[in-house]
């Protein structure tokens, strides 16, 4: 029977680091279930990058550059002269954008100016005129800003005031 405990006592040591090395395979398995599920919850939240989605989706507030002087131009009408008089204002949300409207405004007033000339007072009688001649005048600054590489989140060109003569 002597043999026999000696044989038990030496069982029971082989089996315990089993069982241990078990036990914190389960631990480390539960340790990182648990953070892989807080990291999700984290993430699928919002919380990833400092904002919450609906401020990132919330638009920042309309700003204006208003194109200083009003604009002058003869018409291209042949029959007569005639003049086209523009109080024009361009909208942007970014504000990247307002300041590079500001350091462009020549080469962007010299743009408008040749389109504003190409028109005639037929065309601009009308509002889907003066409306097709906003499409075109935006079209013109966002090549602009294009040109220079430069941010061309305009979204309008505005007229506040428009007369022809």
């Known amino acids: 029977m002597s043999a026999k405990a000696p044989a038990a006592a030496a069982a029971v040591p082989a089996d315990a680091p089993t069982k241990s090395r078990k036990k914190l395979f389960v631990i480390v398995g539960a340790v990182l279930l648990i953070a892989a599920g807080s990291a999700a919850a984290y993430f699928f939240t919002g919380h990833s990058g400092g904002e919450s989605k609906k401020e990132a989706a919330k638009p920042q507030p309309t700003q204006y550059f208003a194109m200083e002087p009003s604009f002058v131009v003869n018409l291209a009408d042949v029959d007569a002269t005639r003049y086209l008089q523009a109080d024009v204002q361009l909208a942007t949300r970014d504000a990247e954008t ?37 499409e075109k005048a935006l079209v013109e600054v966002k090549s602009v800003l294009k040109h220079e590489g430069a941010p061309d989140k305009v979204d309008a060109v505005i007229f506040t005031s428009l007369v022809t003569q």
Do not use: V
């Open 98 to 134: 307002l300041k590079t409207l500001e350091e462009q405004a020549p080469a962007i007033r010299n743009r408008l100016l040749l389109l504003f000339g190409q028109q005639t007072s037929d065309t601009l009688i009308q509002r889907s005129g003066k409306e097709r001649l906003q």
